[in-house]
């Protein structure tokens, strides 16, 4: 992804060389490319965590973080699309804010399933001591 990611922020033009001869839209695309670029390294994040779920065997945080992803972008870009002066850009923007939520969730989930797999099991300890003389002998 940040193989990508890279190319994208420092030469958009040569990824998007040929698509139109149009300045505008080669601006509008450039700008697109750009923004839109800053996603590959949480998207690339999501995939893995997606893929050791799925290796676990355990798929519902995927859908979970999915679904997260899902309404922390398109009810905002519903919302934000009803404003004066809305622009296209700030649905890119928020984009980036929704995919980056969803990597931190999905990473977030990822840990807390190895600590429940991975927990090593509670050790046999002693009862510990009282801290006064008892009154009586336990039963």
Same mark, same amino acid.
């Given at each position: 992804?940040?193989?990508?990611?890279?190319?994208?922020?420092?030469?958009?033009?040569?990824?998007?060389?040929?698509?139109?001869?149009?300045?505008?839209?080669m601006? %509008?695309?450039?700008?697109?490319?750009?923004? %839109?670029?800053?996603?590959?390294?949480?998207?690339?994040?999501?995939?893995?965590?997606?893929?050791?779920?799925?290796?676990?065997?355990?798929?519902?945080?995927?859908?979970?973080?999915?679904?997260?992803?899902?309404?922390?972008?398109?009810?905002?870009?519903?919302?934000?699309?009803?404003?004066p002066?809305?622009? %296209?850009?700030?649905?890119?923007?928020?984009? %980036?804010?929704?995919?980056?939520?969803?990597?931190?969730?999905?990473?977030?989930?990822?840990?807390?399933?190895?600590?429940?797999?991975?927990?090593?099991?509670?050790?046999?300890?002693?009862?510990?001591?009282?801290?006064?003389?008892?009154?009586r002998?336990?039963?």
């Open positions: 992804m940040i193989a990508f990611m890279v190319p994208a922020q420092l030469k958009p033009q040569m990824l998007l060389a040929g698509f139109s001869n149009d300045q505008e839209t601006r %509008i695309a450039y700008l697109f490319l750009r923004v %839109i670029s800053l996603n590959m390294v949480a998207q690339g994040l999501i995939f893995t965590c997606s893929s050791m779920f799925q290796g676990l065997g355990n798929t519902k945080p995927v859908l979970l973080s999915s679904a997260t992803r899902v309404l922390t972008y398109s009810l905002p870009a519903i919302w934000l699309s009803t404003w002066g809305f622009r %296209i850009e700030h649905v890119w923007y928020l984009s %980036i804010a929704a995919t980056t939520l969803q990597a931190a969730l999905s990473v977030w989930l990822l840990r807390r399933e190895f600590g429940k797999r991975l927990a090593r099991p509670h050790e046999e300890r002693a009862p510990p001591e009282p801290l006064a003389p008892l009154a002998k336990p039963v």
